[in-house]
């Protein structure tokens, strides 16, 4: 290798929330060779793979689907299968993606309701009631909330919200995203009373992104009868039809498909989602003892919010986060995600999420602490040795770990 080349030995820490680390099994899954999309072993795949997608969303009564398409696409899917132009959709406004995602829902002709917020809290259940009791006319046909918000480090109280809806005695149909909470963090289709859920296949489902997903309640296929937005490559009823023997109406992203049955079975059948959802949690709190042992701020203002699956640090006065950003992976080779719209530079993300593990943290804050000492932010050089403490403490206390 001739002197000044630009290789970099070892794996790069990719810590932005998504897409996150894929497994190398479930890479080598990918790269299996392709098989026809029309034949038996096919329809095999198609139909574990639709089954045990439920069991993530903890459903036994929806239908799920999957696109080959980003998480935009799945957004699209839930919005145009089950309401008309000009319906009235309240959403709220919990950072950058939920703002995609009321922009995406005017583009379509919608009558977009945005309840304003600041950002560092989720969706309050309260702000919704009182909203849908004012509908006296029921003018409101859906509720669309974003489980766990990506710019930020916010989760908003799902089953919260479901019980606000209730309150108010309000038929509007109930949709939330959960792209990158789905497998991370716990989530009950039923259970809550969900009718759309939005997935994407880049997060905790531990693949690359590309595949997109709607678990769609009853309520919702019967609401999808009568809806009057165009949709042709989105339309359920197709894909529902051919799901049932495991296939597609058309070409589907088979090998992809490969590397979901292999990361569902590492999810579902090996670590188990209960112990998943315990990990992410762990390494969520020992990322929030070390933002606090530096002396910064994390964004998140509510404990009952926190993510289990990114943290967002904010940036003292004074100091550019992206700078930071640059620092930190030019000297250490480490992603860290970005603030957005609004946010840019002023704070920055750490995912944790995804097939990862205590050494595989432990390395990420070093880089930050280390990174953030080389930018000249004030900081105190105590976060890497909070974060440890903690873990250890977990890894003598077995229920603890699991808690």
């Known amino acids: 290798m001739p002197s000044g080349s630009s290789r970099r030995a070892g794996r790069h820490f990719l810590q932005i929330p998504g897409p996150t680390n894929v497994p190398d099994r479930v890479l080598r899954a990918i790269d299996l060779p392709t098989i026809d999309h029309r034949g038996p072993e096919f329809g095999a795949l198609g139909k574990k ?3 045990d997608m439920k069991r993530v969303f903890k459903t036994t009564r929806a239908e799920v689907v999957i696109y080959p398409a980003s998480g935009t696409g799945a957004w699209e899917a839930a919005l145009v299968n089950t309401l008309s132009p000009a319906d009235r959709v309240l959403m709220y406004e919990t950072g950058h993606f939920a703002t995609l995602w009321q922009k995406m829902a005017g583009k379509l002709g919608l009558d977009v309701e945005f309840i304003a917020a600041d950002w560092r809290h989720g969706a309050d259940p309260e702000a919704i009631e009182q909203r849908l009791r004012a509908d006296a006319d029921k003018r409101i046909k859906a509720v669309c909330v974003v489980h766990n918000e990506t710019s930020t480090g916010v989760t908003s109280r799902i089953a919260d919200v479901r019980r606000a809806i209730d ?5 509007a149909l109930y949709m939330v995203d959960t792209i990158s909470s789905l497998a991370s963090i716990d989530y009950r289709h039923d259970e809550w009373g969900v009718d759309v859920t939005v997935a994407g296949s880049q997060k905790g489902l531990m693949l690359p992104p590309g595949l997109s997903f709607n678990c769609i309640s009853p309520k919702a296929l019967a609401a999808a009868k009568s809806a009057r937005l165009p949709r042709s490559y989105w339309a359920w009823d197709e894909m529902i039809a051919n799901g049932r023997s495991g296939y597609f109406p058309y070409t589907p992203a088979t090998n992809m498909l490969y590397g979901l049955a292999e990361a569902l079975k590492m999810l579902l059948d090996e670590e188990g989602l209960d112990a998943v959802f315990a990990r992410h949690q762990r390494h969520a709190e020992a990322t929030r003892r070390a933002v606090r042992a530096w002396g910064l701020e994390v964004f ?11 943290t967002g640090v904010l940036m ?4 550019d986060a992206d700078r930071v950003r640059k620092v930190i992976l030019d000297a250490f080779d480490l992603s860290l995600g970005t603030g957005l ?5 002023k704070m920055f993300r750490i995912g944790h999420l995804g097939d990862f593990n205590d050494l595989m943290l432990m390395g990420t804050l070093a880089g930050v602490e280390m990174g953030l000492a080389l930018a000249g932010v004030p900081m105190k050089k105590e976060g890497v040795q909070a974060a440890m403490q903690y873990l250890a403490e977990c890894a003598r206390t077995p229920a603890r770990r699991a808690a």
């Open 49 to 51: 793979t639709l089954a």
């Open 167 to 171: 309150a108010a005695s309000h038929p």
């Open 300 to 310: 998140a203002l509510d404990a009952r919010e926190y993510s289990a699956s990114l």
């Open 316 to 319: 003292p006065a004074g100091h």
């Open 341 to 345: 719209t609004k946010l840019g530079g």
